[in-house]
């Protein structure tokens, strides 16, 4: 643990002894996890094993009670008055998508930059048209999000978050929502992403993705990390009987 | 209601359905015996003297006049839905006509009094309206969101406000307010109590609409907007505001609707608005009934004007989500 504050490249993130409650349930136990930048991190485990609540706490959507969580060095907590700042680096992408349904796709990626960094109109038009072609739908910038289909849409809340220029992007099961054909048109756009170089911690089941781009992958149940390691040692050498099943149950 | 593709058959056009209607109509105008009415007169040829007709004048009368309902409902039956609707409406409106000329009234005593009416009452509801709900809007905005913030005395304060005052009758607040406001040491006139009573009042009920609005929002547009770094004021400014207006008309034009009727409370007050000169106007010449109706006809067609106002402001929103 000590080890890793003195070597000279500090962690994006960092938790440190992370445990939540909600209510009388412990939904995240004792969550220790460093995340450097540019790494890809893919998180999976059952369902209700925490996995939403950890990323979510990672921009406090959600509250953590007890431990130490830092983002880009600032440390999350409840009287901080920055948290804007921070939640301005990190983008998120959810399973729902969120997009804002009364503004065009390109006034859905022009709003972030444009009334929260303050960059003027143009420019943040120029941005968002550029990353409209980066997910490939340049073509639907003048839409509402409801014309869209269920993939198309997914991407421009990609390019929505990346008008922000975050230097983290989080992702919680991106792909769930989406019909089986409209899925590897967001995994691929994630691919792009990923060798770009972005930062990216990745809450999703799809495991060829996570093969081709992880660089560990994290694996809970009950709110714990149970096992963390190489995309090849989890696949090939699982050490938990927990992942060993879950393994088991999803390529199957 | 969502319309099918497959059509029933119309029940006036099922022969059963057609029979049975007639007894009944025959029935109710033969009970309701309209002999002595414009009808006898009409029918004089065939009853002789409507008064003396006895049971055959009352039979012809009824029968006469069920014949003419039922074709006239078979007739409506065969038009397009648009043409049905405007008969009927305009049939209806002749029937409120009828009852209207039935008060004997005095048509010239009307036009010597229109152009008050109008130019001193139409004017005066509709500028105590217009204020109320320029302010009951503002209130409502503040009022909703102050319930939904956690600040304590924010919520204290919105939830006492709308408890109290969509507690009281309407007449009461106006006479609390002109007379106990005096008591506080605020001299106020009569229109600005009155649009203080219908502000307070009818802000009270907007809140709650405007909160229910609010709070329809999916929990999602708050986390996407938390999540690209927006503070609450801009996310309630920009997005979630927007999305609740197409939520919030339709029962908001309701309150205006109602709020332009109950600006006749005031007149209590003594403030010439429609209601109050169509009270005494009337009065020293006992031609009440002139002025009760030309002051519902006002009221009337403002209404149908806030309609088509509310009817296009939905149309509006419902194209652009
Ligand atoms: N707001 C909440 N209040 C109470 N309990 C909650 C709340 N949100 C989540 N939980 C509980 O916390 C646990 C973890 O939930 P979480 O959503 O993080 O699971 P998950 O791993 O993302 O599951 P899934 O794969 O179904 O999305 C679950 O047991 C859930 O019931
Ligand atoms: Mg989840």
Known sequence: MMSSEITNQNPVISLKG??????????????????????KIVICGPSGSGKSTLIRCLNRLEAHQDGQIHVTGIELH?????????????????????????????ENCMAGPNWVRGIDESEAKERAMSLLKQVKIPEQADKYPEQLSGGQQQRVAIARSLCMQPKVMLFDEPTSALDPEMVSEVLDTMVELAKSGMTMICVTHE????????????????????????????FNNPQNVRTKTFLDQILS | ????????????????????????????????????????????????????????????????????????????????????????????FLLFLAFAYSFDLKLSFIQSRIGLMISKGLFTTIYISAVSIVIATAIAIVGAIAKLSNNGFAYAIASFYTSLFRGLPLLLQVYLIYKGLPQLGFMVDAIPSGIAALSLCYGAYMTEIFRAGIQSIPKGQW?????????????????????????????????????????????????????????????????????????????WGLTIILEMIQARIERKYQQKT
């Not at chain 1, 998120?92 to 969120?98: K, L, P």
């Not at chain 2, 056009?13 to 029935?27: R, T």
């Not at chain 2, 043409?83 to 409406?89: A, F, P, S, T």
């Open chain 1, 18 to 39: 992370v445990n939540k409650w909600y209510g009388d349930f412990q939904a995240l136990k004792d969550i220790n996890l460093e995340i450097n930048a540019k790494e």
């Open chain 1, 78 to 106: 409840e009287t901080m008055k920055d948290i804007d700042i921070v939640r301005q680096d990190i983008g998120m992408v959810f399973q729902g998508f969120n997009l804002f349904p009364h503004l065009t796709v390109l």
């Open chain 1, 207 to 234: 495991m060829g993705f996570a093969k081709q781009v992880a660089d560990r992958i994290i694996f809970m149940d009950e709110g714990e990390i149970v096992e963390e390691n190489t995309p090849e040692e989890f």
């Open chain 2, 1 to 92: 209601m969502f319309v099918d593709t497959v059509v029933e058959d119309k029940a006036l056009h099922k022969p059963a359905f057609l029979i049975g209607l007639s007894v009944a109509v025959l029935a109710f105008f033969f009970a309701f015996n309209f002999t002595n009415t414009i009808f006898g007169e009409f029918l004089s040829p065939v009853i002789g003297n409507p008064e003396e007709s006895g049971l055959f004048g009352r039979f012809v009368v009824s029968f006469v006049l069920s014949v003419i309902f039922v074709l006239n409902l078979l007739a409506i039956s065969f038009a397009r839905l648009k043409i049905q609707i405007l008969i009927v409406w305009f049939e209806l």
């Open chain 2, 223 to 299: 986390e996407a907007s938390r999540a690209l770094g927006f503070k609450s004021g801009l996310i309630l400014r920009k997005i979630i505001l927007p999305q609740s207006i197409p939520i919030i008309v339709p029962p908001t034009g309701n309150q205006f609707i109602a709020m332009l009727k109950d600006s006749s409370l005031v007149s209590v007050l003594g403030i010439w608005e429609l209601m109050y000169l169509a009270k005494t106007l009337g009065q020293r010449d006992f031609r009440h009934m002139e002025m009760l109706l030309t002051a519902a006809m006002i009221y």
